[in-house]
Structures are given as C-alpha cells and as structure tokens.
C-alpha cells in the first residue's frame, strides 16, 4: 500500500512540475520538454485513477489532529475569496505605483484565472464524477446534475491555484517564484484529497488542465498587448 501511495505522490510532482518555471532558452531544450510533457501528463493521470481508491484509503488512514489543522491553512488557498483580492490588490499596487509591466501582468494572471475557472465550471456539471466521500467509489458518474454530490472533476480549489501558478510562472521565467508556486499547488493537491472532496485523478488532470488554459491564455494576452505596440512603431 504505502509503495503505491508513493508512486501517485511522485505522479503529482511530475504534474506539479510541468509549471513552466525551469525554461531554457535553446529551442531545442525547450522542444524537449514539451515532448516529454506529452507523454509524462496521460501517464500520470493514467496510473493515479488507476488507484484512486487505494490512494483514497491511504489518505483517510494519515488523518492527525496537526494535518487537520495544516489542511485547514491550506484550503483556502484555493478559494476565490483568498485569490481574487489578492489579484485585486496586485493590479491597484501597479496602477498606484505606474508600474505597467506589473499591472500588465496582473492582468493576464486574472485573465488567466477566469479562463481556467470558466473551463472548470463546465466540466464539473458535464463530467458528473460522484465525489469520493459519497460512496466510495470512482468509478460513478451521473452527466448533467446540480448536485454537487456528482462535481468531482475538475477540482475548483487546484483549477483556481493552479491557474495563478501558472500565469504567474509564465510570465516570470523565476525558478526561485515557480517553486513556491510548485509548493502552493501540491499542498491545495494534498489537501482536497486529505479531506475527502476529490481523487487523486481529479487533482492530477484537474492541474493539467488548467496548466494549459492558463498558459494559453497568458500567451494569448501577451499577443494582444503586443499588437497596438507594434502598431504604434509602424506609424
């Protein structure tokens, strides 16, 4: 048991660390990593749902009065109403100080934040994946349902750091920033499991997901502040 619980925690390093924070700027390298991401991402998501209720087991059985208490830090690190002020306040913090690359930034990191939150919020009623404190078992799923019973996948508090992580880590190129992203997102991860609300799958693939949107997004951004610069510079 605990040697599988071992190989899923590796599989959500893995996920964790396809946050873009270690880049290089050969294309080569760079062609690499994005090789080596198409096949680790399914790989990962592939074995933790295969032993998503062993995991779950695992889990239930490392309950303590201290990680109950780190869960209760942790959870609201994944919230709207943690991570939107906080946005909120970065974006008046470079307005204030005429800081536009910040404030820039700011911006594409919310944008970023909708986009994966949008996708989330869809798959969520679509998907219906029976949540694991229910019954147990993960392999239920009733599409189209309001019952929040039935809105495993994706996890909204992991779509919601992730995401942040992810515009943040993009646009930054910081080792040092994308590590303690890294940490924010595998500790949300631990913690929607730890409390029952999510598989590991769910946090696996739900960080994948947004990982992606969130990129996206940011280069889609990037494009778009750029266009009215580069007109400006032809006339």
Not at 140 to 157: E, I, L, M, Q, Y
Not at 181 to 186: M, T
Not at 200 to 221: E, G, H, K, L
Request: aromatic content about 8%; some cysteine; hydrophobic content about 45%.
């Amino acid at each position: 048991m605990r040697s599988r619980i071992v190989l899923i925690a590796g599989c959500l390093g893995f996920i964790s660390n396809t946050l873009p924070g270690q880049k290089d700027s050969l294309t080569q390298a760079s062609n690499s990593v994005t090789f080596s991401r198409s096949w680790i991402v399914p790989t990962a998501v592939g074995i933790s749902v295969a032993f998503d209720e062993e995991a779950r087991e695992g889990a239930l059985a490392s309950h303590s009065r201290a990680l109950d208490r780190l869960a209760r830090v942790v959870n609201p690190l994944g919230t709207a109403r943690i991570l939107v002020p906080a946005m909120v306040i970065s974006f008046v913090g470079g307005a204030v100080a005429r800081d536009s690359a910040f404030e820039r930034g700011a911006l594409n990191t919310a944008a970023a934040y909708v986009a994966s939150d949008l996708v989330e919020s869809v798959l969520k009623p679509v998907i219906g994946r029976e949540r694991p404190h229910v019954s147990g078992n993960s392999r239920r799923f009733h599409a189209f349902t309001r019952s929040g019973d039935w809105h495993s996948f994706p996890s909204a508090h992991v779509s919601h750091i992730t995401s942040i992580v992810e515009g943040i880590s993009e646009q930054t190129h910081s080792t040092r920033i994308s590590a303690v992203g890294d940490l924010l997102v595998s500790l949300v991860d631990w913690d929607r499991v730890y409390e029952d609300q999510h598989w590991v799958s769910d946090v696996t693939a739900s960080v994948a997901i947004s990982s992606f949107v969130s990129r996206a997004t940011v280069r889609w951004m990037e494009a778009h502040w750029r266009r009215p610069d580069a007109r400006e510079s032809g006339t």
